[in-house]
């Protein structure tokens, strides 16, 4: 499976939904939307929605397996407002996140870490 990339992504913000044909469904247990299924914001280094993990390799990469925040519709909508700035769409994906965290404030579900 190709990684989109991020200005694709983003377009499959349009339109929140699932998407039933995809041979990895589901690949968590609760999802409302599956538009992000390659996060914008990744690595996020939010310890709240993940954590870094030891591969068989040996190298270290962030995980975000048990991460079912981006999923949630709510939390699209209103990235598909923060992102309508330009100058958020340009923030790496950690400041990126931090922002859009700060954005939508304690409600939206994001740690912030």
Excluded: Q
Excluded at 11 to 22: F, H, I, M, S, V
Excluded at 73 to 88: G, S, T
Aim: glycine share 8%; proline share 6%; aromatic share 8%.
């Amino acid at each position: 499976m190709r990684i989109p990339s991020r200005d694709e992504i983003m377009e499959r913000l349009t339109e929140p939904g699932l998407d039933r044909d995809c041979r990895y469904m589901p690949c968590h247990e609760v999802l409302e939307t599956c538009n992000l299924c390659f996060c914008i914001f990744y690595p996020c280094g939010d310890t709240g929605l993940g954590k870094y993990v030891i591969t068989k390799k040996g190298t270290t990469v962030w995980s975000c397996m048990m991460c079912e925040w981006i999923h949630k519709r709510h939390v699209v909508e209103r990235l598909v407002e923060f992102l309508a700035d330009e100058r958020n769409r340009s923030l790496p994906p950690r400041r990126m996140y931090l922002a859009f965290v700060k954005h939508i404030g304690p409600e939206g579900g994001g740690t912030g870490k």
